[in-house]
């Protein structure tokens, strides 16, 4: 995480502390998004850089004005509606469109309760907002460390100092088709389709036709192909991707000496060394700090008869949680640190809250 992510991370720690206190839409503004403006370099004191109620009237009729609008030589080029707690934020995005169209200036416009911030441009067409925003961040999320580069650099792009209005629609248009090309990545990863699967069958040189049986014999590998890419390159990241890990029969409370032993008779299925990779993966997202990101080159894992075993540096002492794999398909993990809680589900994704937990228990010398 670099400085600036972690000065967001920090700032969005103070800020979602406040917001437990903002119950109507002018502490947001005051208390939340202000202070965010202020964060992002603007002088929310100077009416002529930061203009709350700034109007944008069709005709005398038809008037409509923006919580706040920040102005660049006496123009604005960004708009700003606010929204109270709570506040469902899709249903009101009228109001921002009307007055993106209404200003032929504005090049930006941000839909806010003070934690959850939209981000919309005119990327197709001049001064007709998109329908979708090509940013959303959550302080509250960001608060909790999980904050990734294309966010932060978001972020980055919306201070003040940087903030291009005239190159913001190229950049939303940029970013609405990383988000298009990452959906269907996903989707290739989960379910890869036909034509995916037969460029791959081209690429490694199958010769002959590719019917729909080869197709569908293939889909296995492709999906656990595109899994194992992702894996390494998270390993990678860890500094785990080359180094072997150790498996070893069950004994009690073994000393060091014996866990570096190996038994040819024990074989990792694939269920656990999914869950041992899902542990590195999810911690190096989940992760605070450098200290704890670090820690995470320190876990290993240890293969026994009747149980298999995550830990951080120690076998028995850093315990992070025992796996067992259940009849039923469902997989039952023990976190030795916790009290012995104990989870039993089939998405290991409910492991998280836990598992932090425990690394972070562990890597304190708990």
């Not at 492709?222 to 080359?242: K, M, T």
């Not at 060091?256 to 899902?278: K, L, N, R």
Request: charged fraction near 30%; aromatic fraction near 8%.
């Amino acid at each position: 995480m670099d400085e600036f992510s972690r000065t967001i991370v920090e700032r969005a720690k103070a800020l979602v502390q406040r917001a437990e206190a903002c119950t109507n839409e002018q502490a947001v503004k005051q208390s939340l998004i202000l202070p965010f403006l202020a964060f992002l370099g603007y002088d929310v004191f100077d009416p002529s850089e930061v203009a709350p109620e700034h109007h944008a009237d069709f005709s005398e009729k038809y008037q409509n004005k923006v919580d706040y609008a920040i102005l660049r030589a006496g123009e604005a080029v960004i708009g700003i509606e606010a929204k109270g707690p709570g506040s469902a934020m899709r249903d009101d995005r009228g109001q921002l469109k009307s007055y993106f169209n209404a200003v032929r200036t504005i090049k930006l416009g941000i839909l806010t309760n003070g934690i959850v911030w939209q981000c919309f441009a005119d990327s197709d067409e001049p001064n007709m907002m998109d329908d979708a925003p090509f940013l959303i961040f959550d302080l509250a999320k960001i608060a909790e460390g999980q904050i990734d580069q294309p966010v932060a650099s978001g972020i980055a792009d919306l201070r003040k100092s940087v903030f291009d209005p005239q190159n913001i629609g190229a950049e939303a248009r940029r970013k609405l088709l990383l988000q298009s090309f990452m959906k269907s990545l996903r989707s290739w990863r989960d379910a890869p389709p036909d034509e995916l699967v037969r460029l791959l069958l081209d690429r490694a040189g199958h010769e002959g036709k590719k019917t729909s049986k080869i197709v569908d014999e293939s889909r296995d590998l492709v999906r656990i192909a595109f899994g194992a890419v992702i894996d390494n390159e998270i390993l990678n990241r860890v500094g785990l991707a080359d180094r072997s890990v150790i498996r070893v029969d069950e004994a009690p409370s073994p000393p060091i000496e014996a866990a570096v032993a190996t038994v040819d008779s024990i074989e990792t299925t694939e269920a656990e060394m999914a869950a041992y990779q899902y542990a590195l993966r999810r911690l190096a997202f989940l992760v605070k700090d450098e200290t704890e990101y670090a820690a995470i080159s320190d876990i290993r894992y240890q293969d026994y008869k009747t149980t298999f075993r995550v830990f951080y540096k120690r076998p028995n002492a850093g315990g992070l949680f025992n796996l067992k794999e259940n009849r039923d398909g469902t997989l039952t993990f023990d976190f030795p640190v916790l009290d012995g809680q104990t989870i039993t589900t089939a998405q290991i994704s409910d492991i998280d809250k836990p598992l932090i937990e425990s690394f972070r228990l562990r890597v304190a010398g708990k």
